[in-house]
């Protein structure tokens, strides 16, 4: 499942659209995420997938409806494995000291902006 979740968070649009869902708490449908990401219903439909398929994003039915939620579980494997590289579960960097002596990062307040953070 690891490998999915790597996989999953390797694309900028995915991990994008699974801090949206993430920060918004709340369940979206597809036209309403089609509403607020920039792409197509297509597209978008293929990165709900690869986010479903690592367990990041979850889906509830309500008749024909998908209802989706994020699911930030399988993120603690990650943040575990990014701790054997100097980042603390609280996402604060060990070595900072040394990579920026005079502290001009700033620490992100979660996994997903450290994420995003990288990105830029």
Known sequence: MEEKVFRALADEHRRKLLKLIHDAKREYNLSELSELFPMTRQGLSKHLSKLIGADLIQVRFEGREKFFRANIEPLEF??????????????????NEI??????????????????????
């Open 78 to 95: 990650v943040g575990s494995w990014l701790g054997d590289f100097g980042i603390s579960s609280s996402n604060e960097w060990k070595q």
């Open 99 to 120: 990579a920026d002596p005079d502290n001009k990062r700033t620490k992100p307040n979660s996994f997903l902006d450290f994420i995003e953070s990288q990105n830029q």
